[in-house]
Every structure is written in C-alpha cells, then in structure tokens.
Nanobody, 122 residues
Framework: QVQLVESGGGLVQAGGSLRLSCAAS????????MGWFRQAPGKEREFVAG????????YYADSVKGRFTISRDNAKNTVFLQMNSLKPEDTAVYYC???????????????WGQGTQVTVSS
C-alpha cells in the first residue's frame, strides 16, 4: 500500500525558510513523478513543484520559482521542498503527490499525503 507522509510544516515569519519532507513507502517510486501542491482556505489546490523520482529536470509554478527547490533522497525514499523567502501568500496546506505523469494537473496524480500546514506571518 502506497503511503506518502509529509512533515516539516509550521509557523514562520515572512522572509524565513522551511523544509518540507515527504516520506514515501509501499512500492518502488523510480518510475513515478512526484509533485508538491498547496491549498489555501477557499481556494483550489494548486501546483507548486514537480520532478521525476528518477531525476532529471525540475519544474515550478511561476509564483515560487527562484524561492522553492524540490529534491529527493533515494536512500531515504524521501522528497523535499525547500522553501526560502517565504511570503504570507505562501500560507496553505502543502501536499505531496505521486503519479505517472509529470504534470501540474492534480487530477493526474494517483497518491496523496495527508498534508502539512505552512503559515507565514507578516
């Protein structure tokens, strides 16, 4: 059974940093695309960052480009989202997802974590 478990969220001041982790288990993820999404209250879930688990290029939403970095540690079966220069508008629940398509469309992802709250104060 596939499990994705996010951690690392919290409260941070504007300009600060957080690193989110997504621990993956239940199968080999080498052929999966991994994505980070976020959802603020009253808004739709939106794409943040993505990559193939096997490596290669990464891709980002324009709103986070240059501030956020997605990466993975194969040995730990974990995907990370390093978030720097955080802004109040980054406040949301952040979700990790896995699927077979490298896409920003959340409907194309098959597995989701439970989410972790990130709150950025001004």
């Amino acid at each position: 059974q596939v499990q994705l478990v996010e951690s690392g969220g919290g409260l941070v001041q504007a300009g600060g940093s957080l690193r989110l982790s997504c621990a993956a288990s239940g199968r080999t993820f080498s052929s999966y695309a991994m994505g980070w999404f976020r959802q603020a209250p009253g808004k739709e879930r939106e794409f943040v960052a993505g990559m193939w688990w096997s490596g290669g290029s990464t891709y980002y939403a324009d709103s986070v480009k240059g501030r956020f970095t997605i990466s993975r540690d194969n040995a730990k079966n974990t995907v990370f989202l390093q978030m720097n220069s955080l802004k109040p508008e980054d406040t949301a629940v952040y979700y990790c997802a896995a699927g077979f398509h490298r896409t920003s469309d959340p409907k194309m992802y098959d597995y989701w974590g439970q989410g972790t709250q990130v709150t950025v104060s001004s």
